[in-house]
């Protein structure tokens, strides 16, 4: 059983960061695969970050590559997306995920092999242009 909270998100001007959360609790070889990804309004659920916890492996899409990063913060159970120059097209419900996956298979596209149970609980990012 993984449980998955999230916070951080908001609203920003285009050019400004924000940085989400996900804290992941329950069995840590259930969730040792954590990927970020987002779903704009009427358009497809797209991965745009992945990290692999036990070797720190990450992965960016390239729409977000050079602008977004992943960690994680082993103390604290909780991996982190910093989001900077923020894009009108950034706007999105972002979640997070943590799953049981490969380390080949962690991928911000592997999103799609992810059943809803590991998902959080969403967060809106809203980026004025």
Do not use: H
Request: glycine residues 10%; charged residues 15%.
């Amino acid at each position: 059983q993984v449980q998955v909270v999230q916070s951080g998100g908001g609203s920003v001007q285009a050019g400004g960061s924000l940085r989400l959360s996900c804290a992941a609790s329950g069995d840590p070889s259930m969730r040792v695969c954590v990927i970020w990804f987002r779903q704009p309004p009427g358009k497809r659920r797209e991965g745009v970050a992945s990290i692999y916890i036990r070797s720190g492996v990450t992965d960016y899409a390239d729409s977000v590559k050079g602008r977004f990063t992943i960690s994680q913060d082993n103390s604290k159970d909780t991996v982190y997306l910093q989001m900077e120059s923020l894009q009108a097209e950034d706007t999105a419900m972002y979640y997070c995920a943590a799953a049981p996956l490969l380390e080949r298979l962690c991928i911000p596209s592997s999103i799609g092999a992810v059943p809803e149970n590991y998902w959080g609980q969403g967060t809106q990012v809203t980026v004025s242009s």
